[in-house]
């Protein structure tokens, strides 16, 4: 099968000519619509970053752990379903897909004790489920041709947990990940919620074939320097010539009384950093299931539970891609 991979700073299509990854987070479990992949293209996207959440703290019908001892794969099968839904919609849509597999326990969110990185009996043994689990994924997608990067855990944020020990649960995984797909690259990302800061500490990685990745949410939009945490990132690739790529930015927008403009003006300002950096990067979130709308989502629910745009943000994000 055709795939991106890695060439010193840069991601490489499979004609290899360098490419930059922008489009949509899919980031809400099972809230994406058919059009949504043809939506994203006509916008200009390339790229759609898709979950699948296992063992975690969510709204009712987002876990997918499947915590019956005959199951080999810890998977409920339902999820896989939707997911293999999702996944044949991107690609038919011609979108690289990237496949990450979230665990708000195993990343020690909300100061979960039994995480991944804990050592206790708790934590190893769904460490090796875990592994389990990505076994089973690579190997369903391993021959999906616009199957364009695994991303194995997001946002480790284990308490008393040093850089090396993030660095060698990845390892682990991409050794299982690598045992059945060799190809597809891997994503991984820094301490403290993928911070930009934390970007180093997760350098070197055992595989030639990574992305580098952060988040970057610009927090205040009144914020005169929305790019104050770019150099972590362009630092990080100036020293160690590896791609970095943003897998979720945004912003926390108002209410829209006046327009929207000062968040566009501060988002617009780092997505040209971002493109002149050579960063790629998908925005958290094309849907969102709220009304409110001083969230993430591109769209969002009204009173009635219908789909709605929230202002332009859909076109105002498109002129970036």
């Known amino acids: ?126 460490r090796d489920e875990f592994k389990t689990v990505w076994t089973t994924i690579a190997t369903k997608y391993k021959d999906q041709p616009w199957l364009g990067a695994l991303e194995i855990l997001p946002e480790p944020r284990p308490q008393n947990v040093q850089d090396a020990d993030i660095r060698a649960f990845y390892d682990e995984m991409i050794g299982a990940v690598r045992a059945v797909d060799p190809r597809t690259p891997i994503i991984v990302g820094g ?18 074939n990574v992305i580098f990745t952060a988040d970057y949410f610009i927090f205040d939009p009144e914020q005169a320097t929305p790019t104050d945490r770019n150099h972590y990132l362009t630092d990080f690739m100036s020293a160690h010539t590896v791609p970095v790529w943003i897998n979720q930015v945004s912003i926390n927008t108002g209410d829209g009384t006046d327009g929207f403009t000062p968040e566009e003006t501060s988002a617009g300002t780092l997505l040209q950093a971002f493109d002149a950096e050579n960063i790629g990067w998908t925005w958290w979130t094309y849907r969102e299931d709220t009304t409110n709308v001083t969230h993430h989502g591109v769209y969002i629910r009204d009173a009635q539970n219908n789909w709605i745009p929230k202002g332009d943000w859909r076109s105002f994000i498109a002129g970036y891609f």
């Open 191 to 208: 301490q403290d919620a993928y911070s930009p800061k934390t970007l180093e500490g997760a350098f070197p990685s055992s595989d030639p």
């Open 1 to 126: 099968m055709p795939r991106l991979r890695v060439s010193g700073s840069q991601i490489l299509a499979p004609d290899n000519t360098p490419i930059q990854l922008r489009g949509y987070n899919w980031g809400e479990w099972d809230q994406w619509l058919p059009t949504d992949g043809a939506d994203n293209v006509a916008d200009g996207a390339n790229v759609v970053r898709i979950p699948l959440r296992w063992w975690g703290q969510w709204r009712p019908g987002v876990d997918s752990y499947d915590p019956d001892p005959n199951n080999p794969t810890h998977l409920d099968a339902q999820h896989l379903t939707d997911l293999d839904t999702a996944i044949q919609q991107a690609a038919a849509d011609h979108l690289w897909i990237v496949l990450f597999i979230d665990s708000n326990n195993g990343q020690g969110a909300n100061n979960f004790a039994d995480n991944f990185f804990s050592g206790t009996a708790t934590g190893q043994a769904m």
